[in-house]
């Protein structure tokens, strides 16, 4: 059973009028702030400015109590197609581009912004995920997609590397033979074979994608956000330091874990034989 978080769609932080322009809608309602990339006509693709927009909507969510849950999306038939190429081809005697410094001020940021945000992350890939689009999608905690939607690893096919963490991401998910080939042939992945080699979490019906999705998002933002976040930084640093350190690591978030309100309620809850009602604290 869902329960409603305490806050609702109040802060003023997401609240401002609808701004059907912006190329980051944000709405918050319930606890749960919905960022919608919209540039549908160029299918999503990032441009400096939007993401300018989404890495201001992050930082709100980060400082928002309200906020216990992001589910990120795509408005009109994509979820991303990775990097705008517009303005990318190079001509006869031009200097080449420092595509490392696109990389340094924008996509690495937001790849770390996102695996670190102390809160749950939810990717709900609408349509086509291509190039730094997939890897914004595999950033997030949790990844759905609609059965029509398809993940292209499109890096090899314009002479490019996996970036934005696609080339970390994406053998740990699927195996190194897998992710090998993947990468190197510039492979398209339908939703139900990412999700059969473990890419992402659920391939959903398309008409049953959004709402699916916003219960599932309703579900995260009703949990133990504190617990959430801590979870999250005890998975991400399993990747990268052996067991040892890992327990440590468990011990000292485990301490904070257990000084929290949430903690004291669900154990109270537990004996009450009700559900918790936690207020990420
Ligand atoms: C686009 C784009 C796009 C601009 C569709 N840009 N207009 C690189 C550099 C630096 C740092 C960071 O990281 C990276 C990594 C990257 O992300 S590199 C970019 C990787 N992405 C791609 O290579 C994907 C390019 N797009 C496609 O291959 C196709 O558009 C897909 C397969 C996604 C969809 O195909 P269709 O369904 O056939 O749609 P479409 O191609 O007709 O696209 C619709 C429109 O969107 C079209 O414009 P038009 O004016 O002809 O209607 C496209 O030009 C535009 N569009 N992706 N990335």
Known sequence: MNQQPESSSSSPAHNGPADDTALVKSELDQGVLSLTLNRPERLNSFTPEMHRQLAVALERAEADDAVRCVLLTGAGRAFCAGQDLSNRQIQPGDAPPDLGLS?????????????????????????VAAGAGVSL??????????????????????????DSGASWF????????????????GETLTAAQAQEWGLIWQAL?????ARTSRQLAQQLATQATTALGMTKRALLASASQPLDPQLDLERDLQ??????EDYREGVAAFFAKRHPHFHGR
């Open 103 to 127: 990389l340094e001020q924008h996509y690495n940021p937001l790849i770390r912004r996102l695996t670190t945000l102390p809160k749950p992350t939810l990717a709900v890939v609408n349509g």
């Open 137 to 162: 999608a595999l950033a997030c905690d949790i990844t759905v997609a609609a059965h029509s939607a398809r993940f292209i690893f499109a890096f090899s096919r314009i002479g490019l590397v996996p």
């Open 170 to 185: 994406l053998p740990r998910r699927v195996g190194h033979a897998r992710a090998s080939a993947i990468a190197l042939l």
């Open 205 to 209: 019906d398309d008409e049953l994608l």
């Open 255 to 260: 301490r904070l874990a257990g000084r929290s």
